[in-house]
């Protein structure tokens, strides 16, 4: 097959790595768009029905890289990336990445991708796999690397869900990525401590889930809120529960727990945070300064 193949409608074709949870997903997407697309997956079983929805199937990764300019790699892990191209010949391909990974892996990936010969873009998937290809549940993918190719193949990728190019450095997807799914895993926690609390009582989670949603929905303007701060530089403006009341709260918030007989295990990192800030004299901010003891020289290498 030559690069680009297009069906008769004049699709653009592709390459796809990989036919896990979210890479069956996504080749179920650009198949229903009428894209000529070639599959590959170590498990050779996985790509059958596929092939019976019009995919062609590869013997190995380097034969399905030759079929397209545009090869798409959603694997396991970074490692797995390697690995399952270590023998294609990725000269004048366009590489793009849709394995989750660190901003550091997609930097060392675009280099490892441009001493081969190819144009690299790093992906970060926000959706599940039941979110691509249905637009309405609001999933979309964060690309970042080599901007010709992401406005060469930009109405190609779209079809699986929709794209946010964030930048050249291919590092800042990866980065937006995890950044966002660290955050979700914040929420997380405080919504297991708050069902914790309520664990043994009278009251039906599903009677107390939606006054936590909402209380969490209201609680987001914080974030705009940290983001002004960050930017003026100023963490104390328009501050209306300042960090030194908040503190004042924490002995009632594990007292609770301590009744409730649950681990505060959750809550102490950020409690312990929180007095340290006010400590060094902080207690007219908002909690915008906690980020500012979080953030450490950066690893090296
Ligand atoms: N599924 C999800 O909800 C999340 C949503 C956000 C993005 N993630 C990331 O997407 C990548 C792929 O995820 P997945 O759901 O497709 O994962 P699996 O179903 O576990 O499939 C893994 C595929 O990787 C292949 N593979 C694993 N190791 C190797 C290797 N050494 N060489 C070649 N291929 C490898 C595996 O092949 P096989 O086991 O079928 O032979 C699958 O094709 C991932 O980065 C998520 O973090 C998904």
Redesign the pocket.
């Known amino acids: 097959m030559t690069d680009n193949a297009v069906d008769t409608h004049g699709m653009p074709g592709l390459t796809l ?9 996504l080749a179920r997407a650009w198949l229903a768009a009428g894209h000529p697309l070639t599959v590959w ?3 050779a079983a ?1 790509a059958a029905p596929l092939a019976a929805e019009g995919a062609a199937v590869a013997a190995t ?1 380097a034969e399905a890289v030759a079929a397209h300019r545009l090869v798409v790699v ?4 970074d ?3 390697g ?2 191209l270590a023998d294609a010949d990725l000269t004048g391909k366009d590489l793009v990445n ?4 660190t901003p550091g892996q997609g930097r060392a990936r675009a280099e490892w991708a441009r001493e081969r010969g190819a144009r690299f873009v790093d992906g ?6 039941p979110m691509i290809g249905a637009p309405e549940a609001g999933g979309y993918v964060f690309y970042s690397g080599d901007r010709g190719l992401f406005d060469a193949h930009r109405e190609t990728l779209a079809v699986p869900a929709a794209t946010r190019y964030v930048g050249t450095d291919p590092g800042h997807a990866a980065l937006h ?1 995890e950044a966002l799914l660290s955050a979700m895993y914040g929420m997380f926690a405080g919504v297991a401590h708050a069902f914790a609390l309520i664990r043994r009582e009278d009251i039906a989670p599903k009677d107390f889930a939606p006054l936590l949603a909402d209380w969490l929905s209201a609680m987001t303007a914080s974030v705009h809120e940290a983001a002004e701060h960050l930017q003026s530089g100023d963490y104390t403006r328009g501050v209306v529960s300042t960090l030194a009341m908040q503190v004042a709260g924490v002995p009632t918030l594990l007292r609770t727990a301590e009744e409730q007989g649950v681990s505060p295990e959750l809550l102490t990192p950020v409690l312990a945070l929180m007095e340290r800030r006010l400590a060094a004299g902080h207690g007219d901010e908002s909690t915008t300064g906690l980020i500012d003891l979080l953030v450490r020289d950066r690893a090296v290498g």
């Open positions: 790595l990989g036919l896990g949870d979210m890479g069956t997903a997956n170590r498990t996985r990764a959603c694997l396991l892990d490692a797995s990336v690995t399952a849709l394995t989750t990974g970060g998937i926000m959706a599940t796999p990525d």
